[in-house]
């Protein structure tokens, strides 16, 4: 007895985690097509099957939901670039393993890639900050891999291919439905690699 009722907890907790994963996947969406401004509580609500007053038990605000969703998703990608980095054999590896794993966040997750463009702006300035330190700490990553590999060229320099780098990466998926998965990715790997020089 004592068993099943210590498996309650995770049980719910489990079924908490997976239906504010599920709220944080229907906002990207909502955001993306609508605009930030364009989505309320009871939207996001309805679109996993609760209520909207039901939104506050996994989050404070709407505001809370957008800051979840990018600052999650920035440290996602700083956790997983360094994790990519440490694991390759060399520079030259890490390199192209980076650009597979932006890659791969950016063919995945083209919603979230859209609101971080357009409603930034709607995070309080704290939040806002959080953002763009994680995506700063992400691109030095890129910079400290290429500045290895082209030790005479200014990290200024580099820092400006990895962001356009990026730019290319990020915006590609949004036109890219009448390619195939496999070809966009193949596609894409090769023009940020040559686009980074490599």
Do not use: C
């Not at 997976?18 to 906002?27: G, I, T, V």
């Amino acid at each position: 007895m004592a068993e099943t009722l210590d498996a309650l907890p995770t049980a719910r907790g489990r079924a908490k985690a997976e239906r504010r994963a599920a709220l944080l996947s229907s906002a990207a969406h909502l955001f993306a097509t609508r605009g930030f401004d364009g989505v309320s509580i009871e939207d996001l609500g309805a679109s996993v099957g609760i209520s909207g007053p039901a939104v506050y038990r996994h989050f404070t605000s709407k505001q809370a939901v957008l800051a979840a969703l990018l600052i999650g998703v920035s440290d996602g990608l700083l956790v997983g670039g360094r994790a990519v980095v440490d694991s390759a054999d060399d520079d030259p590896a890490a390199l192209r393993a980076l650009v597979r794993f932006h890659v791969e966040f950016a063919l995945r997750d083209p919603d979230v890639i859209r609101v971080q463009d357009r409603d930034l702006a709607a995070l309080s300035l704290r939040d806002r900050e959080s953002v763009r330190d994680l995506q700063r700490r992400y691109v030095g990553l890129w910079v400290d891999v290429l500045g290895r590999l082209r030790p005479s060229t200014e990290r200024a320099e580099l820092r400006l291919r990895a962001q356009a780098t990026f730019g290319l990466l990020n915006s590609t998926p949004h036109s890219a439905r009448s390619v195939t998965a496999a070809r966009t990715r193949a596609l894409l790997e090769e023009m940020a690699l040559a686009a980074l020089d490599q």
